[in-house]
């Protein structure tokens, strides 16, 4: 499977944007997708993934400020930020793989990253 990711940018605290990731290939081996993020001197966090069932799971440092949704007739994902803060400020990447049941999810498979900057 193959990701590529678009949309990041500058925006000011507040703000709002919008990443997308595409998949192609193996669409067959995945049933879930979802975005990862890695702040300066920060660990990498698992920001939100959807099932291509449609249930989301979000991280407690985004819920109700970041949505995502999915196209499965384009393979692709959409990850809505908004309420943007200074501390969301990272590299988010696309992932995709798999959820077992209610169990957690599976990368398999990265797309390149794109950067996020909340400054003002």
């Known amino acids: 499977v193959q990701l590529q990711a678009s949309g990041g940018g500058f925006v000011q605290p507040g703000g709002s944007l919008r990443l997308s990731c595409a998949a192609s290939?193996?669409?067959?081996?995945?049933?879930?997708m979802g975005w990862y993020r890695q702040g300066p001197g920060k660990q990498r966090e698992l920001v939100a993934t959807?099932?291509?069932?449609?249930?989301?799971n979000y991280a407690n440092s985004v819920k109700g400020r970041f949505t995502i949704s999915r196209d499965n007739a384009k393979n692709t994902v959409y990850l809505q930020l908004s309420s943007l803060k200074p501390e969301d400020t990272a590299v988010y990447y696309c992932?995709?793989?798999?959820?077992?049941?209610?169990?957690?999810?599976?990368?398999?498979?990265w797309g390149q990253g794109t950067q996020v900057t909340v400054s003002s």
């Open positions: 290939g193996s669409i067959s081996t995945i049933n879930a």
């Open positions: 992932t995709a793989g798999r959820v077992y049941g209610l169990g957690p999810f599976q990368s398999d498979y």
């Open positions: 959807i099932t291509f069932a449609g249930r989301t």
